[in-house]
Nanobody, 120 residues
Framework: QVQLVESGGGLVQPGGSLRLSCAASVSIVRINNMGWYRQAPGQQRELVARITTSSGTTSGTTYYVDSVKGRFTISRDNAENTVSLQMNSLKPEDTAVYYC?????????WGRGTQVTVSS
């Protein structure tokens, strides 16, 4: 069983930055990969960024959806069992509930989400 807790959401002006964190209840090296998804009102949930976490290295293979490339950075901290999403140059269209997902061999796990609102 893996529990995920997201934090770091909030209200920010366009062009601003936020850092989201997802804390896992187990060592993230036991998880195949972790990712951040987002869901805006009336929209389907979409993958924003993903990072492999199963290796013992401090880095991992990353993936970003085209709309956030160059603005968002996903990273992992093995010691803290966290995966973070640094979001820069935020746009109003980034407004959504952001969810953390963990993929294990047995099943997938989701956090409860954190709201990100980009507005002036």
């Amino acid at each position: 069983q893996v529990q995920l807790v997201e934090s770091g959401g909030g209200l920010v002006q366009p062009g601003g930055s936020l850092r989201l964190s997802c804390a896992a209840s187990v060592s993230i090296v036991r998880i195949n990969n972790m990712g951040w998804y987002r869901q805006a009102p009336g929209q389907q949930r979409e993958l924003v960024a993903r990072i492999t976490t199963s290796s013992g290295t401090t880095s991992g293979t990353t993936y970003y959806v085209d709309s956030v490339k160059g603005r968002f950075t996903i990273s992992r901290d093995n010691a803290e069992n966290t995966v973070s999403l640094q979001m820069n140059s935020l746009k109003p269209e980034d407004t959504a509930v952001y969810y953390c997902k963990a993929v294990t061999t047995a099943r997938n796990y989701w956090g409860r989400g954190t709201q990100v609102t980009v507005s002036s």
